[in-house]
């Protein structure tokens, strides 16, 4: 039925729901276009990647909002207003060309669009009943990613809230299937077997901390994991692999599975996934991939060789909120041989009854270790229909190649360090004191935190940049030392941007050296 109904004339105030009213949907229209209109003037149109506002400053500015009136609630132009002023001014600009501190993408619009849709639809992927064609879309897409990663047509997969729990299902399931292949031992139904505590995982020395997360959540322990060590271009060395594995056995230790990583956080390094493959699969250990990061350089014509072998793998984490530019949250994991899926099933009488499975349609809660879960899986698609293969792949392209004109900036400049070759879009270097170590200001500050004095800079150098809004930078380690990171996965940053920061960086530094401890004083150049 058309028009108002007595229901929400009588007991709401203002249209609350969209639905069959048109007063509904002259409402959301109005609140959709009023929420584009304050994200283009409080958000999108800022030319800064952050405004500069200090955790206190900023403490007390949400702190004096309100949460919950008790009566009046406020009218939707004041309160979006309020969010574009309060809230949105003074976040990350992602979107912002010197936003590049982490992997942390501008969502492409198309995504936009589809977040409306996934939001206002509110589908859950659990049940067939609460998701129908969402269902059959997802599943269309996961066919699709494993058709891209080189997986055959035994392949299954779920969409997940990203990189950290599709790391925790691949880790799960390898130890599973071992416990269930060597010792007859049903995890899910027995707990862990007496010999998990000798259960090991190898991964390399920079793979991400999520996967000693997983092995103390699985009940493993950060005593499961097992570093690698990696080679001069920060990769997992496959000879150390052999022997450790070689090691961990004779000394009656488990090895069940293998973490390679395909884009590592600091280095963007991508193990060598062919010979891990081999090697896993010549000793029957699980392998998953982590390719977070890294999944996206499938679409790359020029750097899709990275991956060569990822089809190898037994399962694999793909992030899309990272280089396939999803608004958060959006990954996948991907399984090999979906009969695996089985070792994580449930059933419930009131979703998925057992008497339905194998016979109706499908549920897609057996694959996940979410219940209710978005339906992430459409913005990837309309991303993906709307840009098409060769300028998506075009756009994670231009990323590398900003990168790696970024390192040729750094590396010509005499007050840099570059730490390494970008393999792909972070670049990590430091800024080199100027004048001679002992010599220059702001030493004092370093003492008993185990920090030198260019790191102490460094330190200062990103949090200038932070509090003035001219550049959101990350820090990072590298052999000990301090360093500053880029992390350029926005296609709209080019080297021009890179080059007014890098100046900025350099003027900071040396105003940083020569400034006299206790003032703001400047000793000339
Ligand atoms: C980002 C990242 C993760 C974690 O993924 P989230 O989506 O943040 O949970 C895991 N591994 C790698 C290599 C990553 O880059």
């Known amino acids: 039925m058309k028009g108002d109904n007595n229901m929400s004339s009588d007991i709401f105030k203002q249209p609350l729901f969209l639905h069959s009213s048109e007063s509904s949907q002259a409402a959301y229209r109005a609140m959709m276009s009023g929420a584009a209109d304050v994200l283009v003037r409080h958000y999108a149109g800022l030319e800064q990647p952050y405004s500069g506002l200090g955790p206190d400053v900023l403490e007390r500015l949400i702190g004096n909002i309100e949460v919950c009136p008790e009566e009046e609630g406020m009218p939707m132009p004041e309160l979006l207003e309020l969010m574009g002023s309060a809230v949105l001014r003074n976040s990350a600009i992602v979107t912002d060309p010197l936003c590049i501190a982490h992997l942390h993408c501008p969502p492409l619009m198309p995504a936009l669009a589809a977040e409306a849709l996934i939001a206002a639809s509110n589908q859950s992927m659990d049940s067939w009943d609460q998701s129908m064609a969402a269902t059959l879309l997802e599943e269309k897409l996961i066919r699709w990613l494993n058709e891209l990663l080189g997986y055959g047509q035994h392949a299954d997969g779920v969409f997940t809230s990203g990189g950290t729990q599709s790391n925790f299902m691949g880790i799960m399931l390898a130890r599973d299937h071992y416990a269930l292949e060597r010792w007859g031992w049903n995890v899910q139904q027995q707990g862990l077997p007496p010999e998990a505590g000798r259960l090991r995982l190898l991964c390399s020395e920079e793979a991400h901390f999520s996967v000693k997360q997983a092995a103390s959540l699985l009940g493993l322990g950060h005593q499961a994991v097992v570093p690698v060590k990696t080679d001069a271009r920060r990769r997992m060395c496959p000879l150390r692999l052999e022997e450790t594995i070689a090691r961990l056995v004779s000394e009656g230790l488990y090895p ?270």
Not at 282 to 305: K, P
């Open 256 to 525: 069940f599975a293998i973490v390679a990583t395909a884009g590592t956080t600091d280095y963007a390094a991508v193990d060598p996934l062919s010979a891990i493959a081999e090697i896993a699969a010549r000793h029957g250990i699980w392998l998953h991939v982590d390719a977070a990061y890294g999944g996206a350089l499938a679409l790359s014509s020029q750097y899709g060789g990275l991956l060569d072998g990822i089809g190898g793998a037994d399962s694999i984490t793909v992030d899309f909120h990272k280089l396939f530019f999803q608004p958060i949250s959006c990954g996948a994991f991907l399984l090999r041989d979906k009969r695996r899926f089985r070792l994580l099933r449930l059933t419930a009488d009131y979703l998925n009854p057992e008497d339905e499975e194998g016979t109706g349609p499908p549920n897609l809660v057996v694959k996940s270790v979410q219940t209710t879960r978005r339906f992430d899986a459409l913005k990837l698609y309309m991303s993906l229909k709307h840009v098409g293969r060769r300028q998506f792949g075009e756009l994670v392209d231009r990323t590398i190649r900003t990168a790696k004109a970024a390192a040729e900036l750094i590396r010509r400049e005499s007050c840099f360090t570059l730490m390494a070759d970008p393999v792909i879009n972070t670049v990590v270097f430091a800024y080199r004191p100027q004048l001679a170590e002992g010599r220059f200001a702001g030493q004092s500050a370093s003492s008993g935190t185990g920090l030198t004095a260019a790191d102490q800079l460094n330190l200062t150098i990103r949090e200038r940049l932070l509090a003035e809004g001219t550049g959101v930078i990350a820090r990072t380690k590298s052999d000990g030392r301090v360093c500053l990171k880029l992390t350029i996965l926005n296609p709209l940053t080019g080297p021009q941007h890179i080059t007014v920061l890098l100046e900025r960086i350099r003027t900071i530094g040396w105003e940083l050296e020569t400034e006299i401890p206790n003032g703001k004083e400047t000793v000339a150049r």
